[in-house]
């Protein structure tokens, strides 16, 4: 899985540097990434595909043996009690690639974070619901 990670510049061509298989996974979580946040913008930041909504929502990136997610650390502990069978750290999950993904669970850690996001954005602008 050798690339040149920094001169990616969109997430089909971060996609397309890897081996098929692994690209299927890797779009799968796009989409469900982008059901739960249609309206988030796709970007790379990080060198990693990146989802963005009033600012990152979340980043992920595929490796050897997993498919990492990045939700920030409130992202992953609001799950904490679904996440414990996956190992990770602060901010990070790690989804064994020879797996499927639990696109449920992925689905409702984005939701999570696109609400956080508005409500985090609305306080800035001083608007309240």
Same mark, same amino acid.
């Given at each position: 899985?050798?690339?040149?990670? *920094?001169?990616?510049?969109?997430?089909? =061509?971060?996609?397309?540097?890897?081996?098929? =298989?692994?690209?299927?996974?890797?779009? #799968?979580?796009?989409? !469900?990434?982008?059901? *739960?946040?249609?309206?988030?913008? #796709?970007?790379?930041?990080?060198?990693? /595909? !990146?989802?963005?909504?009033?600012?990152?929502?979340?980043? &992920?990136? *595929?490796?050897?043996?997993?498919?990492?997610?990045? /939700? !920030?650390?409130?992202? !992953?502990? *609001? &799950?904490?009690?679904?996440?414990?069978?996956?190992?990770?750290?602060?901010?990070?999950?790690?989804?064994?690639?020879?797996? /499927?993904? /639990?696109?449920?669970?992925?689905?409702?850690?984005?939701? &999570?974070?696109?609400?956080?996001?508005?409500?985090?954005? #609305?306080?800035?602008?001083?608007?309240?619901?």
């Amino acid at each position: 899985m050798e690339r040149n990670k *920094a001169g990616i510049t969109s997430i089909d =061509e971060y996609i397309a540097a890897f081996p098929e =298989e692994t690209q299927k996974i890797l779009e #799968e979580l796009r989409a !469900t990434i982008r059901a *739960a946040a249609p309206d988030a913008e #796709e970007k790379i930041s990080y060198q990693m /595909p !990146t989802f963005a909504l009033k600012g990152n929502l979340v980043h &992920f990136a *595929a490796f050897k043996n997993h498919i990492g997610l990045y /939700p !920030t650390p409130s992202g !992953t502990q *609001a &799950f904490k009690r679904e996440l414990s069978i996956y190992q990770g750290a602060k901010g990070s999950i790690k989804f064994p690639i020879d797996k /499927p993904l /639990p696109l449920k669970l992925i689905s409702k850690i984005v939701k &999570f974070r696109v609400a956080e996001n508005l409500k985090k954005a #609305e306080k800035k602008s001083g608007r309240k619901k």
